[in-house]
């Protein structure tokens, strides 16, 4: 299945959410905390952004997709569908 947007609608992937302790990886409970994604997919009538641009959401933000074709039935949290101007920021990986 693909994802085609429509309008100024974005599909992103959202990364999961992990804190680090040490040399240990946790996964990070519910919060209101910004999360980073990447754009997937965009609609025809988006300026801002391309796909695998990197961004950030409110934790809250767009639709929660829930499809088992994008294997994102029991993890809907990691699709979204958000209206361009939901997308708080872009972000580059310091490196």
């Given at each position: 299945?693909?994802?085609?947007?429509?309008?100024?609608?974005?599909?992103?992937?959202?990364?999961?959410?992990?804190?680090?302790?040490?040399?240990i990886k946790l996964p990070e409970v519910h919060s209101e905390r910004t999360r980073k994604a990447v754009v997937r997919a965009i609609g025809?009538?988006?300026k801002k952004y391309k796909v695998g641009d990197k961004v950030l959401i409110s934790y809250f933000t767009g639709t929660h997709l829930h499809l088992f074709e994008l294997n994102?039935?029991?993890?809907?949290?990691?699709?979204?569908?958000?209206?361009?101007?939901?997308?708080?920021?872009?972000?580059?990986?310091?490196?």
């Open positions: 299945m693909r994802i085609i947007p429509v309008g100024d609608s974005i599909y992103l992937e959202v990364l999961p959410m992990r804190e680090e302790q040490g040399l025809d009538e988006v994102a039935y029991d993890k809907p949290d990691l699709h979204r569908i958000v209206r361009e101007d939901a997308i708080l920021a872009k972000y580059e990986d310091e490196g």
